[in-house]
């Protein structure tokens, strides 16, 4: 089943903020929100992961809305080497515990 | 910091033949991951070992497929006899307990 809803795919102009959402309606109070990309041939990249704050890193911010039913992954400056398909997990943080990946948006970044 | 090693990065054999993906962890990394990737589909969880023992295994097709993590760290999986059907990606993945998991660059496998 999947837990997760988002777009199929997505268009950003290249140097603006690229403003991926994802709807988690049913998440329960201990899962985290976890995003990966992948982009062309290569194995899926971690990007950021929160459970219940806004947090930024090095690649991008997460904004988790305060009844948690929806998130959004924002690339402040999206470049051509952002383009790849970005994958919304929700999992249970505990040992045992795998990535569910379900079908992802697909960013594109345009010159 | 080294990522997750895989190897060989291609294969190509034929239905019915035998083959083995190896695969490097982060060190420290106490759990390993086999995921299949068939083109166009998210990855799909095969295995995951918890230092050298199973800890989920039921996606795993056992009729054809095994894996093993001797000594809790590098690992293989092994197809014997390959299908058309397992023509995919394989990606290996790493992580610490608890936390994000680290992909490796994958093995896409070719059946014909």
């Known amino acids: 089943d999947a837990k997760t809803t988002q777009p199929p795919s997505m268009d950003c102009a290249e140097g603006r903020a690229a403003n991926l959402p994802c709807n988690h309606s049913t998440i329960s109070g201990n899962e985290y929100v976890y995003w990966y990309r992948q982009i062309h041939s290569q194995g899926p990249q971690y990007i950021i992961h929160g459970l219940k704050n806004n947090e930024t890193n090095e690649m991008a911010s997460l904004i988790i809305t305060e009844d948690r039913k929806s998130s959004t992954l924002i690339l402040p400056h999206a470049t051509l080497r952002d383009t790849a398909v970005y994958y919304c997990?929700?999992?249970?943080?505990?040992?045992?515990?795998?990535?569910?990946f379900g079908g992802g948006t697909r960013l594109m970044v345009k010159p | 910091e080294a990522g997750v090693a895989q190897s060989p990065r291609y294969k190509i054999i034929e239905k019915r033949q035998s083959v083995a993906f190896w695969c490097n962890p982060i060190?420290?990394?106490?759990?390993l991951y086999w995921y299949q990737q068939i083109l166009g589909q998210g990855p799909k969880l095969l295995i995951q070992?918890?230092?050298?023992?199973?800890?989920?295994d039921s996606q795993l097709p056992k009729d054809r497929f095994s894996a093993e993590r001797l000594k809790g760290v590098d690992s293989t999986l092994k197809i014997q006899p390959a299908k058309l059907e397992d023509s995919a990606v394989y990606l290996c993945?790493?992580?610490?307990?608890?936390?994000?998991?680290?992909f490796g660059p994958g093995t896409r496998l070719t059946v014909t």
């Open positions: 997990i929700v999992r249970v943080e505990n040992a045992g515990n795998m990535l569910t």
């Open positions: 070992f918890q230092n050298n023992g199973v800890v989920d």
């Open positions: 060190s420290g990394h106490a759990t």
């Open positions: 993945a790493s992580s610490l307990e608890l936390g994000p998991e680290y």
